[in-house]
């Protein structure tokens, strides 16, 4: 009930609810604001505008839609945060992100592709002095970026990568972790397990270049990118058991999920180490390359494959490419329908998938495909 109760309520400009089978969206709009609420419910799909339920009084009854089903209510806010308004386009230029002052050296940078890039924003890990291990700044860093970039509705794509030749994240910093008393080390591991949900929760599709040494929490911050590419001679593993801990910032979650449970646990039990070629053949990452001269191959095709994902108003680079690209609400709301719908039983899930089709319905780039489809051009699309 303490959970339910904290709940944040959830807001959108406009929202017109849908009855579905497994479950009821409604509005209630009051002081300038939108609730959502989402609770079980049968019969056909129809096109509602119902709202909240409200106690005699006026204020808002105990145990409502929100509270009936909680799972519902979180796949909502992500929803919410996938559709939320575009804000004014500023281009984020190459920059550090510090959050302990400025005498500290960044150690992360953030910067915004242009060109045929441009929607493609990179988040660039710099910390070799510990290579790229997890520290405290480090972490704050990359929280603070995230926060920033999850309201610029311009990012299409957030790829990780490392500006550190030969490793991508060598796991949590047990060198920083030594000097913590008890309190602080459960202090610090619920951050770095709250920086992974930020990263999976994060509205645009993510992708990790993993040119590297990927052990532990590095391992663990790919998992929780969408998607991962890696050399072939990247080496990577949750390693934890092998240093008297377990994985604690979600990997034996995610690993399950990406895996199967049996082989996630001859991993984990094992701290077995797999290349980029090993992984892609369980299946661990999505592409594995030869890596080059300069040690950043994985980088490449991650940045291709970050273009194919980009909305692309060239048709001539379309042609040369041979692919058309994915309108950009379309392919966030895929996201969280697959992210949401995997929490959940399939009816439910399905259900899921029924809210997210529903809200891409009025966008232009809805019709704008549509329109390409019959006119047998390519879509322009815009985000909209």
């Known amino acids: 009930l303490k959970r339910l109760a904290s709940l944040p309520q959830i807001t959108q400009r406009s929202w017109v609810g849908f009855a579905l089978p497994g479950f009821q969206v409604s509005k209630r709009q009051a002081a300038g604001r939108t609730d959502l609420g989402c609770a079980p419910l049968g019969g056909a799909v129809e096109k509602t505008r119902n709202t909240a339920a409200s106690s005699p009084r006026g204020g808002r009854r105990s145990g409502g839609a929100l509270g009936t089903f909680p799972a519902c209510a979180q796949m ?20 550090g992100c510090a959050s302990h002052g400025a005498t500290a050296d960044p150690e992360i940078q953030v910067r915004a592709l242009t060109g045929r890039d441009q929607g493609i924003t990179e988040i660039l890990m710099n910390r070799p002095s510990a290579r790229n291990a997890l520290g405290n700044i480090l ?78 929490g590095g391992l663990e911050l790919a998992l929780a990118c969408d998607l991962r590419v890696a050399a072939s001679s990247a080496v990577m593993g949750l390693i934890e058991t092998t240093r008297g801990l377990l994985p604690g910032a979600g990997g034996t979650q995610r ?3 990406c895996l199967g449970v049996a082989l996630a646990k001859e991993l984990i039990f094992t701290g077995r180490r797999l290349s980029g070629a090993q992984a892609q053949a369980l299946g661990l990452v999505n592409h594995a390359v030869s890596q080059n001269e300069e040690g950043n191959a994985a980088y490449h095709r991650a940045l291709e494959l970050a273009q194919e994902i980009l909305p692309q108003q060239n048709y001539w680079v379309l042609r040369m490419r041979g692919f ?31 809210i997210c089709y529903a809200q891409n319905i009025p966008t232009q780039d809805r019709l704008e495909g549509m329109a390409a489809f019959r006119e047998k051009r390519p879509p322009r699309f815009v985000g909209k």
């Open 76 to 95: 909502l806010r992500a929803l919410t945060s996938a559709l939320r308004l575009p804000g004014p386009w500023r281009p984020l230029r190459t920059r």
């Open 139 to 216: 972490v704050s860093q990359l929280l603070e970026a995230l926060a920033q970039l999850r309201e610029d509705q311009q990012v299409r794509v957030l790829l990780f990568r490392s500006g550190v030749k030969g490793v991508f994240c060598a796991g949590a910093d047990l060198k920083e972790r030594e000097q913590m008393s008890e309190a602080e080390v459960g202090m610090f591991v619920q951050r770095l397990r709250g920086l992974m949900n930020e990263i999976a929760a994060f509205p645009a599709p993510t992708i990790a270049a993993m040119d590297g040494f990927a052990l532990g």
């Open 324 to 354: 058309l690209d994915g309108a950009p609400i379309a392919v966030r709301l895929g996201k969280v329908a697959i992210d949401r719908g995997m929490e959940v039983d399939i009816a439910s899930g399905m259900a899921i998938e029924g």
């Open 255 to 257: 690993l399950p999920r």
